[in-house]
């Protein structure tokens, strides 16, 4: 036995690419997420959303507003993670689509509870175009024998 530590973990290594399955399955264990619509500026504007996801594509209700005007039929992008600061851990998805109204037919068989006031009448949906994820995880620290860290 050797008191000498084992190669070195890069931060790159501690990144791991995730398959499209384990992001959908990741989107949908989730509520809130954020939506970053292209602006008549240049910058995107985001902004959180309570959504569900329905087979692939993500669906949240908005008021009217820039939100909704921005985003009919442009590419957006949708972003929902996990972090635990604590543990130095987590997640992160990227939906990368197409967002349109949805018509009434779409969504009746939704429900999507929005925390913030409003009517929130009109539906979206965020048809994936590509789906991307990272998960970062440290390497567990070893101790020794002898009880040490």
Partial sequence: MTDEPGPETTPSDALEEL???????LVASLSIGRIAV???VGSPFVVPVNYVLDGEVVVFRTDPGAKLFALRERAVSFQVDLVDPFHRTGWSVLVQGI?????AQEVEHLVVEPW?????QHWVRVV???????????PEIRGDARGYL
């Fill in 128 to 138: 994936p175009r590509v789906v991307t994820g990272r998960r970062i995880r440290l």
């Fill in 19 to 25: 398959s499209r399955d384990e992001c959908l399955q």
């Fill in 99 to 103: 967002a349109y109204e949805a018509t």
């Fill in 38 to 40: 292209p602006t008549s």
């Fill in 116 to 120: 913030a006031g409003g009517a929130k």
